[in-house]
């Protein structure tokens, strides 16, 4: 016990982490730091398409109403988690289905799910990781661009708003956190959406990263996103070790972590930062020893340094 709760210090900002059913209500001590120290939560997997919608037009909600109520439980908000994405999704989501059934799909689909938590969901991630990877092409290449053009954008963010004008509607992508080609083309689109009337509240910067990796141009990236009259959050932090977690390491990783949180700390419109897990044992990256807890729940360097930068 550290006496140290992130969720107060972040104040105003939320702090939150991605949480997992298949943990919480059933190891303890992930649990009680789920309880204790967030005030934001992002289903892990939950309402991934693939998830809640898995057969057409029949919804499981079952995951996603326990993390909405063990949000409301303890005074957290969350974010959805998401609509428009390449991954995680069902197979009857597939090449057979006309540009018509797909995109009265997505609708579908959007609609659905924001009117039965209307009230209760502070954003949406609505689009996922529309970037491509390789310079120049800008948008990624999925089923949703092949059936539906690049328009899928602003017609995933055009249903969100329409479904419940009230959640902040978000981007969110990777590999965005500093100023590269990747987020050069991201802002391209952003200034196009905006220019068009699409609704789009805020940008979400994943901030997967590599220990010693935290971009130099950060801030000043968020920042000429913030002057296109948006939100910003970091939504998926983790800083990766990608070797062994000797003393060195884990205070490299904490200066990172530091690093991160103090840029969002900058940045007026920075409104969160949510790291993608809580312990190392349940990240999604098995060996990176990427989070702010360790394997037994105990505080790493990293932790201290979140505390500190808040
Ligand atoms: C990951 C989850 O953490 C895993 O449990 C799942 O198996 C795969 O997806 N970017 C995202 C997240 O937007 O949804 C991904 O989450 C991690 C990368």
Redesign the pocket.
């Known amino acids: 016990k550290t006496g140290i709760i992130l969720r107060d210090l972040a104040e105003p900002r939320f702090f939150g982490a991605?949480a997992?059913t298949t943990y919480l209500f059933h190891d303890e001590k992930y649990t009680e730091l789920a309880l204790t120290q967030f005030s934001i939560f992002t289903p892990?997997?939950e309402m991934?398409w693939g998830e809640i919608e898995p057969i057409q037009n029949v919804f499981n909600f079952t995951g996603a109403d326990e993390i909405v109520n063990l949000a409301e439980s303890v005074g957290a908000k969350v974010r959805g988690?998401?609509f428009l994405w390449e991954t995680?999704l069902p197979p009857w989501i597939n090449e057979s289905l006309s540009a018509v059934e797909i995109d009265r799909a997505l609708k579908h689909h959007i609609t659905t799910i924001m009117q039965r938590y209307k009230g209760r969901i502070y954003a949406y991630d609505v689009v996922?990781?529309p970037i491509s990877d390789t310079p120049n092409a800008t948008f990624r290449q999925t089923i949703w661009t092949d059936k539906l053009g690049q328009e899928s954008v602003a017609k995933a963010l055009t249903y969100a708003r329409e479904a419940d004008p009230v959640p902040k509607l978000y981007i969110?992508d990777?590999d965005i956190e500093g100023i590269n080609a990747k987020s050069n083309s991201l802002y391209e689109v952003v200034k196009s959406l905006k220019k068009d009337g699409v609704p789009l509240d805020a940008i979400g910067f994943?901030s997967?990263i590599t220990l010693g990796q935290v971009p130099s141009t950060m801030k000043e990236n968020m920042q000429r996103f913030v002057d296109l009259d948006l939100d910003v959050a970091i939504t998926?932090l983790d800083i990766n070790l990608r070797g062994p977690a000797n003393e060195t390491a884990l205070a490299q990783q904490a200066k990172d972590y530091h690093s991160v949180v103090s840029t969002c700390m900058e940045i007026e419109r920075c409104v969160s930062v949510t790291v993608?897990g809580i312990s190392d044992d349940h990240s999604?990256i098995p060996d990176g020893e990427v989070l702010p807890w360790d394997a037994n729940k105990n505080p790493k360097p990293a932790f201290f340094a979140i505390a500190d930068a808040f």
Request: charged share 30%; glycine share 0%; no cysteine.
């Open positions: 991605a997992n892990e997997d991934k988690h998401n995680h996922n990781e969110n990777y994943q997967h998926e993608w999604w």
